[in-house]
């Protein structure tokens, strides 16, 4: 298992290569540069020109991206323009926020959507279904940037009882109050990103225990006269768990584009809004970096996937 | 005239592992068969699950890649692709599956799935496509308002006889047909195999006709082959098989075919523990030490068993001695 | 334990389903007894009612979307009566039932030991050691060659006939009386079918079990049945002993499905063809003799307007009186034929 899971990273190689390229090359292909607008609106022209050049952005791409990856190995993502900071510290400090939220957001979506599923499969074509599976539909139809305004709209500026932007209070002090606070700017946008989330795993799981409920071998289960409550217990909620535990790793990339939006409209400063403002000031250093990240962390996902199926499923073994 | 000539054909299906997952075994599902179909016949490979009878079917469709040896059609290796290319082989050989909801797609019609080879190979105009997919239905036995339904709405026997109009819709020299009745109940499958016999009669269609069911094959085959562990173990005419089985593996398919005669049934069951025990007891008087059946030895000229060429001609003239008694 | 008593007496039991909000009826006034140390074989073409008739005795079927009439009287208690609580102190306790296909019928994510003792969970008291062993000696008892290897495997890693054979062992942990095996071979190789067939039969002998066999293979019925139900459209169309149904079957049905049959003797010849279809559950006529649109040259004076049985020897019973009239259109011979 072990060797395999090592070639699987092994093979993540040439992909993470070709995918860094691909976004050196479209990062560059964007119009604009790092410098106009952003030193002083009345900077001369000729200054521009001296920092594209010291900064060694007339240089071919390729020449570029060989400067970049040489430094990459030393640990070095470069310089951001915008903030002037390294890119590495600059990141650190954003992935801490955006793993917080992603964290929390995961927890309350499998929270919400497991209990939902499992009822709404069990009680199919009922009352608690059709509520169930309205939901689901309703929050499928509307896009996600719609659901985060409106919800921060109503819990936000209307009933008051969340904070709106940022990720932990000004005035906060001592570890207790840092972690509250800090809990407290994360909950608005983790339940919003939770309901959006809950959608997919809802509706997969609902079908996963109807299947199942319809099984042979849960047929079998009930001539061994196994009670029906027992046979949820051992036999299908266990089946149709399985290829939700599988899917958890996949679910990092939903997090990791769900907090691109959730980010921006919270103005939480997390790497998904640091992503979108790197765009708009053509911070090519810190993009192809925050890219590169993405990239890694949503193949790393599929392979987490894969290993979890492997574990929970004895008919699937990675020798 | 034989229509198609398998020599020594295999087909092995690697087995990937280790750190650079490259090729380290292989799993032989064929391994070096030969026989000769010829035109007009229906020829019938005999085999339990795992024999690889379903791997040599499509070997001779061309949907699976051979290892090695060749199958000849008109002269041609038609193993490669740009043989069956030239000859049209496509054209001239179908295939009927057991499937037939799975092997027909759910979202066409029948007039298209019918029409759907001779669009490949005819370019006829639109009326004609039609007036011929309405013959092919009608060949089956089927209404022209089948036209524009779905395969969900047949029952299995109608789906496999669309099966068989969409397989001679080209007018092919050989179909080969796997499994193809038995998904099917009793009657229906009397049914289906009917039209198969008068489609035979009408254009002299071959077939390979591959089955587990060792009572419908007798039905169906003049000369049948029984395939055990990706070999041959016994070729012959049906007589040869059914009356005269020399190979411990045929004679334990033969006796495990439950009879209808329920007044033998005891003598029937125990004829059938006794092959069973030789069968058990004498592996290595009937396979090689690797377990798997030996070459073919001819014991007549239509007649071949694997067996060591001493064993085989011994075995050959006590059953004759035998018949000579009876 | 008296070998003729009837254990399972099946009175007048219809089963419906819904379908688009109408019930209609799978099987309908089904009467039929159980003998212990028998195997009574229920034989019919897919559609016949056969399975729905198994799942029936087992209360197998969802309330809400099934209508079941009549009387199961088992061993005293009428099953139908039962709720599902109660339904489940005879299914796996003194009912076991064999399902068709092996793989789909195991819980592939569980090892064979635990689907056998979950059986033995609920109906008996062993401890957890008693169970383990009883597990082994079953694994044996149904011919598995390496009980404590395989009680620790899980159902991929198993052939189908071995397969087959756990699930036999998990029907008969409990000694059931009653084995219902719903086609426990068709899944299979010939070769493994007879053996299958075999461990049956030696189960039957030893637990003095009534095994209600279900299959559409007269070839299986011939070799294991001691007696002979033969379903047509949800109605049971002719029942007797194996022989009499093999060597002087009555009903035309019964008589055209052996016919169809591929003999040895007529490899030149076309198979005969029962004409016609069978009619779905929704245009099931509900009078007049079901088979009589597939024997339209038949008169129509020759069916009952009811049909009921008749006895035609003791034990030998055939629904309608048009078996007294039927002939083979393409054979001249009329009424009864001795094989």
Not at chain 1, 6 to 35: H, Y
Not at chain 2, 237 to 253: A, E, G, V
Request: some cysteine; hydrophobic content about 40%; glycine content about 6%.
């Amino acid at each position: 298992m072990w060797k395999t899971i090592l070639r699987r990273i092994l093979i993540m190689i040439p992909e993470v290569i070709i995918l860094s390229i691909l976004v050196f090359l479209l990062a560059k292909a964007m119009p604009g540069d790092p410098f106009t607008g952003s030193i002083n609106p009345k900077a001369d022209p000729a200054q521009i020109h001296h920092l594209m050049k010291i900064n060694g952005l007339y240089d071919p791409w390729y020449q570029q991206y060989w400067n970049w990856v040489v430094h990459l190995f030393h640990g070095n993502l470069g310089q951001s323009y915008q903030y002037q900071e390294p890119v590495t510290r600059l990141i650190a400090g954003r992935a801490t926020n955006t793993l917080w939220l992603a964290l929390v957001t995961m927890v309350l979506t499998y929270a919400m959507a497991l209990p939902m599923g499992v009822f709404a499969g069990r009680h199919e074509g009922k009352l608690p279904d059709t509520v169930i599976r309205v939901y689901t539909y309703v929050t499928y139809c509307i896009p996600f940037f719609v659901i985060l305004v409106l919800g921060i709209w109503v819990f936000g500026y209307v009933l008051g009882w969340f904070p709106t932007t940022g990720s932990i209070a000004t005035d906060a002090n001592g570890w207790l109050q840092t972690i509250g606070s800090r809990f407290y700017h994360i909950l608005l946008p983790a339940i919003l990103g939770a309901l959006f989330g809950t959608v997919n795993i809802v509706q997969y799981l609902r079908s996963e225990v109807i299947d199942a409920k319809h099984s042979d071998y849960v047929r079998t289960a009930r001539a061994k006269g196994v009670p029906s409550k027992d046979i949820y217990r051992h036999h299908i909620f266990r089946n149709s768990l399985l290829p939700i535990a599988a899917f958890a790793g996949y679910s990092i990339t939903g997090l990791l584009n769900g907090s691109i939006f959730t980010e921006t409209v919270f103005s939480y400063p997390g790497m998904g809004l640091l992503f979108i403002n790197s765009i708009s000031y053509r911070d090519y250093t810190v993009i192809t970096a925050l890219v590169l990240i993405y990239g890694i962390l949503n193949l790393l996902g599929t392979l987490l996937s894969d290993i979890i199926l492997s574990v929970v499923d004895p008919r699937i073994r990675i020798e | 005239m034989n229509i198609i000539e398998i020599k020594n054909l295999k087909v092995h299906y690697p087995i990937r592992s280790g750190f650079w997952n490259r090729i380290t075994d292989e799993v032989p599902a064929v391994d070096g068969i030969s026989f000769n179909i010829r035109a007009g016949e229906t020829y019938g490979l005999v085999g339990e699950s795992g024999s690889g009878k379903s791997t040599t079917g499509k070997s001779v469709v061309g949907l699976e890649k051979v290892t090695s040896g060749s199958i000849l059609y008109k002269g041609k290796d038609i193993t490669k692709k740009e043989n069956r290319r030239r000859l049209d082989y496509n054209r001239d050989v179908q295939m009927i599956f057991q499937d037939s909801l799975s092997s027909l797609n759910p979202r066409k019609r029948i007039e298209d799935i019918i029409a759907e080879p001779l669009r490949n190979f005819e370019h006829l105009s639109k009326e004609d496509e039609k007036l011929r997919v309405l013959q092919l239905l009608d060949i089956v036995g089927l209404d022209a308002d089948a036209l524009y339904k779905y395969p969900h709405q047949f029952s299995g026997g109608q789906r496999q006889r669309i099966g068989v109009a969409r397989a001679v819709a080209t007018h092919p020299k050989l179909i080969v047909a796997d499994e193809p009745v038995s998904a099917l109940d009793l009657s229906v499958q009397a049914q289906v195999l009917n039209f198969m016999k008068r489609i035979q009669r009408d254009f002299g269609i071959s077939y390979l006709f591959i089955s587990h069911d060792l009572g419908v094959v007798r039905h169906m085959c003049q000369n049948i082959a029984i395939m055990n562990r990706g070999r041959l173990v016994e070729i012959g005419t049906r007589d040869d098989i059914y009356n005269h089985p020399l190979h411990i593996y045929t004679k334990r398919l033969l006796a495990a075919i439950p009879e209808t005669n329920v007044d033998q049934r005891a003598a029937h069951r125990a004829s059938r523990l006794a092959v069973e025990q030789v069968y058990q007891d004498e592996q290595a008087t009937y396979y090689d030490h690797d377990g798997k059946a030996f070459p073919l030895v001819a014991v007549s000229p239509t007649h071949s068993v694997a067996l060591p060429e001493k064993l085989a001609q011994q075995l050959a003239q006590a059953e004759t001695k035998r018949e000579a008694q009876a | 334990m008296t070998n003729t008593s009837d254990f399972l007496d099946i009175k007048d039991v219809s089963t419906a389903f819904k379908i688009d909000g109408h019930f209609y009826d799978a099987i309908s006034h089904i009467n039929l007894q159980v003998h212990h140390d028998e195997i009574l074989a229920i034989v019919g073409e897919s559609g016949c009612g056969k399975s729905t008739l198994a799942t029936t005795i087992m209360g197998l079927h969802d309330p809400h979307e099934t209508r079941i009439s009549g009387e199961i009287d088992f061993e005293g208690t009428n099953l139908l009566a039962l709720d599902d609580a109660g339904f489940n102190r005879f299914r796996g306790a003194k009912i076991g039932m064999i399902f068709q296909d092996p793989l789909s019928a195991l819980n592939p994510l569980k090892r064979i030991d635990d689907q056998i003792s979950e059986v033995l969970d609920y109906h008996t008291t062993l401890s957890s050691d008693e169970k383990h062993h009883r597990v082994l000696e079953l694994l044996d008892q149904v011919g598995i060659v390496n009980p404590a290897r395989t009680a620790r495997q899980f159902p991929h890693e198993l052939s189908g006939g071995m397969r087959q054979r756990v699930i036999i062992a998990i029907a008969i942990a409990c000694k059931p009386d009653l084995i219902i095996a719903d086609e426990p071979t068709t899944a299979l190789d010939v070769t493994i079918q007879a053996q299958i067939l075999d461990v049956l039969r030696a189960i039957q002998k030893e637990n003095h079990a009534g095994i209600i066999l279900i299959t559409h293979d007269l070839g299986v019925v011939a070799e294991t049945a001691d007696r002979v139900a033969v379903m047509y459209a949800g109605q049971i169309v002719e029942q007797g002993s194996a022989e009499q149904i093999f060597n002087q079957p009555q009903h035309p049905y019964t008589r055209s499905l052996l016919r169809s049959m591929p003999q040895r003797d007529d490899e030149n010849d076309d198979l005969y063809v029962i004409r016609g279809n069978v009619p779905s559950l929704q245009k099931m006529p509900q009078t007049g003799d079901r088979f009589a649109p597939r024997i339209p040259w038949i008169p129509a004076d020759a069916h009952e307007a009811q049909p009921t049985m008749h006895q035609v020897a003791p034990g030998h019973e055939v629904r309608c009186t048009c078996y007294q009239h039927f002939y083979f259109p393409d054979r001249t011979t009329k009424g009864r034929v001795a094989k």
